[in-house]
Each structure stands twice: as structure tokens, then as C-alpha cells.
């Protein structure tokens, strides 16, 4: 079981910027498929922002332009920045990993609380 830690969250105001992070405890992080999703208070989980092994990136619609992801392998990290950050997107953060070479594993992350409000 792959361990993820998150960190991050809190409560910012509607405008405001927040830098999620995720630590994977993983000697394979480099070959590893990473996103972050969201799940607010009555809705279902969804998908962010990805990043594959090689760096390529995707974004959900409602976060384009505003968030980026991105990843450090020599910290086995990545990263959520969260820029002009809306009342829309108060949730859960999780963060979530997918092995793509052996042991295959895959895991979530506990998830950190994202507040937007004035």
C-alpha cells in the first residue's frame, strides 16, 4: 500500500491562492500517474487536474487557466496550485496515485480541506 500525504488546505478568501501538496512514500514515484480530485459536501468525487510519468497535464473545465499541477520526483511530490480561487470550489482534496510498472499499485490520499469564503 502506497502511503500519500496531503497538506495544504485551509480557508482562504474568494480571489486567494492555495499550494496543495502530496508526499508518496513509493521508490517508483517517477513511474507513476498522479491527480488530484475534489469532493464537496453532497456531490460525487471528481477529477481536477492529472499528471502522467512524462509530465503531460489534465485539467478539468471549472479549474482550466486557474490551477496547475505538477510534480517533483526527487521529493516524490506533486503539487496543486490554486489560483483565483472561487466559493465553487470548497471541498475535500484528495490526492490519488496510479503505478504504471509493477507492483501496480494504487492509492488515495486522506484529503485536505479546501475552504473558500468571505
Known amino acids: 500500500q502506497v502511503q500519500l500525504v496531503e497538506s495544504g488546505g485551509g480557508l482562504v478568501q474568494p480571489g486567494g491562492s492555495l499550494r496543495l501538496s502530496c508526499v508518496a512514500s513509493?521508490?517508483?514515484?517517477?513511474?507513476?500517474?498522479m491527480g488530484w480530485y475534489r469532493q464537496a459536501p453532497g456531490k460525487q468525487r471528481e477529477l481536477v487536474a492529472s499528471?502522467?510519468?512524462?509530465?503531460?497535464?489534465n485539467y478539468a473545465d471549472s479549474v482550466k487557466g486557474r490551477f496547475t499541477i505538477s510534480r517533483d520526483n526527487g521529493k516524490n511530490t506533486v503539487y496543486l496550485q490554486m489560483n483565483s480561487l472561487k466559493p465553487e470550489d470548497t471541498a475535500l482534496y484528495y490526492c490519488?496515485?496510479?503505478?504504471?510498472?509493477?507492483?501496480?499499485?494504487?492509492?488515495w490520499g486522506q484529503g485536505t480541506q479546501v475552504s473558500v469564503s468571505s
Open positions: 513509493t521508490m517508483i514515484f517517477r513511474f507513476a500517474s
Open positions: 499528471i502522467t510519468r512524462d509530465g503531460i497535464t
Open positions: 490519488k496515485i496510479n503505478e504504471e510498472i509493477p507492483p501496480f499499485r494504487s492509492s
